[in-house]
């Protein structure tokens, strides 16, 4: 981790235990940047880029920090490598920071004016970027600051605000419990946060999550968004089988089971996995076929009896393990497959219904009416 010091402006690298505290910023890029090269080579000193390292540096000094980090400068970009292994440790890096520093240029914070610069302060660019949600959920202390680098409050006093801007829920703006316990967002939920943001590059819709769910991945700048974004649910799957992953909606007629775009998870922000008993279910994973399922499936209509291919009605659906939050009872929420002479596909992706209970699946001494493996293709992979 390359971290520059406050009081000299010098970088020094630190490995592992080596590392010391530090602070660091949070801000929305501009046009006016300066990168490592440039600022050791003290070149652009005018520009608002060198400008703002030094504020930052001068701020974090003044309270009591030797070093800090910030990404425009402690980043040698030139090198794929250090790019790379950077995205892929930058949540830690926010989550182990002694404090963060949310630089927000678009904001002018009028102590006399509180409703009004509140207003001001939930329009910020800032809450539109990719990045920053990151930024603003993994360290435990996030003070905010205005174009003057005057703060005006923290994470834990604008909470509510917050919350009402970004969609999250101020108890998961202030921490979020590892994914082991039982309150723990699901993936779906997390998805929803990043689904009305954006990052200059396609790819990055992707790699700005890595981190929310704790997963790595090598970086790909040209394999486009819907690529990198099917990559990163690949990894979620590999490690998790939170079933929240295939809920969400579309206005394509078929697709795969997962998603093109975190946009997809725009409706999925009240979907949970606690509160309810999920039913057990084989470990599904990606074969050269698609998504491979062994699920019990309840049946819509039969196919021709000169259709061989299997004994499966010809549109079956699936009750995930999840739900809405704050529903009535075990209301799962299905999606719906077709079988389109070769593989299956899912229909209806432009809604996410929900059945009274699993149970409609089931016969009357409550085992599966079917079990079968799918074979869901996946477009884009």
Known sequence: MRLLNTRTLQFQEFFDSQIPKYAILSHRWGNEE??????????????????????????????????VWIDTCCIDKKSSAELSEAINSMYRWYQGAGECYAYLSD????????????????????????WTLQELLAPDQVIFFDNKWNSFGTKQDLRTKISAVTGIEANYVISIPPKYFSNAPCVAKKMSWLSRRVTSRAEDMAYCMLGLFDVNMPLLYGEGGKKAFLRLQLEIIRKSDDESIFAWTSNRNSSGMLAFHPSD???????TICGSSGKKRFPYFMTNQGLEFQVPVRKYTKRKASDNHSLLPERVSLALNCWRDGGKGDCAITI????????WHRIKCDSLPSIESVKDSMSEDGRFKYTAALHIHQPGL
């Open 107 to 130: 904001v002018t914070w009028d102590s006399r004016d509180i409703e009004g610069s509140k207003k001001v302060f939930g329009q910020s660019l800032w809450f539109t970027r990719g």
């Open 34 to 67: 300066v990168t490592f090269q440039e600022f050791r080579k003290g070149k652009k000193q005018h520009h608002e880029g060198y400008v703002k390292i030094e504020q930052c540096s001068v701020l974090a000094g003044s309270r009591g920090f030797q070093w």
């Open 336 to 343: 719906a497959f077709k079988w389109y002479g070769k593989s």
């Open 265 to 271: 998870f725009a409706n999925s922000g009240d979907i």
